[in-house]
């Protein structure tokens, strides 16, 4: 199961998300917006909440741009949210961050590539070895 949940300036990327993935067997918990103005915070902790508490494996928050989402994601103890706009960063944090929660923006990438970036997030395990050190060190920087 996965977290989805946007501002209102991504309600049509979220739903062709859902769309584009469901037909390839992944589920989702859509934790809003649909279409009404909100506060992206507030959809960010809800998110973010679903992923900690074991509810969601993984998390995907959409604004305008994704930053939003992404510094509000981050405050949240537990959640190493990135912003995703090209495969390769997409991929490599999986690989060596284990990331749990993708920021993307809704008005910097076209539908297409926002589909291919949440399959490559989804599908990309995390490496280990000498990654794990550097994920234990940025966890401990939540305890600062």
Avoid: W
Avoid at 2 to 14: N, P
Avoid at 27 to 46: H, K, L, Q, S, V
Avoid at 70 to 82: Q, Y
């Amino acid at each position: 199961m996965i977290a989805i949940g946007c501002d209102h300036a991504g309600c049509e990327m979220k739903a062709t998300i859902i769309e584009a993935l469901s037909a390839k067997g992944f589920e989702f918990r859509d934790m809003g917006t649909n279409g009404e103005p909100c506060d992206y915070p507030i959809i960010a902790e809800a998110v973010c909440k679903e992923v900690l508490e074991g509810g969601c494996e993984k998390g995907i928050l959409i604004c305008g741009t994704g930053i939003g989402m992404s510094i509000a994601a981050n405050k949240i103890k537990g959640i190493r949210a990135a912003l995703c706009a090209d495969s390769f960063s997409t991929k490599f944090t999986r690989l060596h961050n284990d990331t749990n929660v993708m920021c993307m923006g809704a008005r910097t990438l076209g539908p297409g590539l926002a589909c291919e970036l949440a399959e490559i997030f989804l599908t990309t395990g995390f490496e280990g070895g000498r990654h794990q050190r550097r994920v234990d060190l940025i966890t401990a920087l939540e305890e600062k």
